[in-house]
């Protein structure tokens, strides 16, 4: 697509349920990013594919975090019994292989944790 | 590994007046060196970036940031402030060999009075 795509754009669940957040990265793009913006904080990184495979997924915060990537284009991140330090924005991005012009970020998805 | 420091949670300028967005890095290897820029509501933009070219770059905007090396500092700067300029800017770091995800600053927020 034209851009990095992420949905859904905003989402409000209850504490303990299980969220998926989906990236689609421009195509063509062979890395893809994810980082969580909570306000003040600037953005945490999560994890990063290449391809399919993570080289690095060492900024995940707990088990309850996981991702994957298949096809070498969409990317779903999953958060499993949601609390309520989990709201902030998730952001996706995507860049060339190694990332070196820079990333294209979508518009995030908000979390609400309630 | 790397980081990031940006001095100043928030600058205020007036229209007009020089904008100067301080942003100091560590690294242990030669870096490259990023500023975002991110308006209420939307993803990150990418302003400008180094990549071991010409230590001055200029990027969009009327934005341009001086790479010293020897103070560490990648400092993001436009003579003339517009209201349009009012956003969140963040500064990256990565090593320069690529393949490893961008550690960003925790932002500043740049307002500009009339």
């Known amino acids: 697509g034209a851009g990095v795509s992420q949905s859904p754009s905003n989402k409000v669940t209850e504490k303990g349920k299980d969220v998926e957040l989906r990236c689609d990265p421009i195509?063509?793009?062979?890395?893809l990013y994810w980082y969580r913006q909570s306000l003040g904080q600037g953005l945490e990184f999560l994890i990063y594919?290449?391809?399919?495979?993570?080289?690095?997924k060492s900024g995940l915060p707990s088990d309850r975090f996981s991702a994957e990537r298949t096809g070498g284009s969409v990317s779903t991140l999953t958060i499993q019994r949601t609390q309520q330090e989990d709201s902030a924005v998730y952001l996706c991005?995507?860049?060339?292989?190694?990332?070196?012009?820079?990333?294209?970020f979508g518009s995030g998805t908000r979390l609400t944790v309630v | 590994a790397q980081s990031v420091t940006q001095l100043g949670s928030h600058v205020s300028v007036s229209e007009g007046a020089l904008v100067l967005l301080r942003c100091n890095y560590s690294?242990?290897?030669?870096?490259?060196l990023f500023w975002y820029v991110q308006y209420p509501n939307q993803g990150l933009q990418l302003l400008l970036k180094?990549?071991?070219?010409?230590?001055l770059v200029k990027g969009i905007n009327g934005f341009e940031a001086e790479f010293k090396k020897s103070e560490t500092s990648f400092h993001l700067t436009k003579p003339s402030a517009h209201m349009s300029d009012a956003a969140e800017y963040f500064c990256?770091?990565?090593?320069?060999?690529?393949?490893?995800?961008?550690?960003f600053g925790k932002g500043t927020r740049l307002s500009v009075i009339a």
């Open positions: 991005a995507s860049s060339l292989a190694g990332g070196v012009e820079g990333y294209t």
């Open positions: 195509s063509g793009h062979t890395a």
């Open positions: 594919f290449q391809g399919n495979s993570a080289p690095d």
């Open positions: 690294s242990s290897v030669p870096p490259y």
């Open positions: 180094y990549t071991s070219a010409a230590t």
């Open positions: 990256a770091v990565s090593r320069n060999s690529g393949n490893t995800p961008l550690v």
